[in-house]
């Protein structure tokens, strides 16, 4: 059973950071690539930054220079610490693994998803 968690998500002023963190079954992380996916209220689950097996990292425009994303392969965990947080970043943020070890940071390239955590920034 593939099983993915994420947790860190909350209500924080505009400016201020969170970090968010993803943990999953060991055989789910391993090779693979990951990422952390958002959905905001009547809008397309987007990509913000996912993250090779190998390092190579993407990040959405909207989020570079704010929002990094790091990996542990060890303990088969994600992170995204996220920076100067704005309004619209609210949204629900989900964390995915890919079938394989690349993949382009758009949601029909993974497969195995988080149930999401909130994260709401106020102005």
């Known amino acids: 059973q593939v099983r993915v968690v994420e947790s860190g998500g909350g209500l924080v002023q505009a400016g201020g950071s969170l970090r968010l963190s993803c943990t999953a079954s060991?055989?789910?992380?391993?090779?693979?690539?990951m990422g952390w996916f958002r959905q905001a209220p009547g809008k397309e689950r987007e990509g913000v930054s996912c993250?090779?097996?190998?390092?190579?990292?993407d990040y959405a425009d909207s989020v570079k220079g704010r929002f990094t994303i790091s990996r542990d392969n060890a303990n088969y965990s994600l992170y995204l610490q996220m920076n100067n947080l704005k309004p619209e970043d609210t949204a629900m943020y989900y964390c995915?693994?890919?079938?394989?070890?690349?993949?382009?940071?758009?949601?029909?390239?993974?497969?195995?998803w988080g149930q999401g955590t909130q994260v709401t920034v106020s102005s």
């Open positions: 995915a693994a890919a079938p394989g070890s690349w993949a382009r940071c758009v949601t029909v390239d993974f497969a195995y």
């Open positions: 060991g055989s789910t992380l391993r090779g693979r690539a």
């Open positions: 993250a090779t097996w190998s390092g190579v990292t």
